[in-house]
């Protein structure tokens, strides 16, 4: 008789927990409805468009380098320039002046005929 009595207890709690599951499944069902899905639009045609014509792209400009702008005081004195006025009328330091005189040196552009005297070639 006990086991009678056993599964009719069982069978009491199965009852009550299926019970206790709807209500929650009830719960979660409220919560949880169901997006709408999106309508899907139909693809509208695409319009053929007519290329705009670019113009003519110009050339790029040069950059005009530290050792340009020195070249260009160097050959307005034809009898050759000192740093101290390659300094004054391009308003580098000293050393810019050196180095891009070595740089004009290098592509024979330039010559010292004498020290501290640059000539165009």
């Known amino acids: 008789m006990t086991m009678k009595k056993d599964l009719k207890a069982i069978k009491k ?35 053929k468009t007519v290329a705009k014509k670019t113009p003519p792209k110009s050339k790029p400009t040069k950059m005009v380098t530290a050792a340009d702008t020195v070249f260009a005081v160097i050959k307005e004195f034809k009898n050759g320039v000192n740093a101290a006025t390659l300094v004054e009328k391009t308003g580098f330091n000293r050393q810019k002046i050196y180095d891009s005189v070595k740089i004009l040196k290098k592509k024979g552009m330039v010559k010292s005929p004498e020290k501290g005297i640059y000539v165009k070639v």
């Open 13 to 47: 709690e199965i009852k009550a927990l299926s019970t206790k599951v709807e209500k929650i499944y009830a719960i979660v069902s409220k919560l949880k409805k169901p997006k709408p899905s999106k309508k899907v639009a139909k693809a509208k045609p695409v319009k």
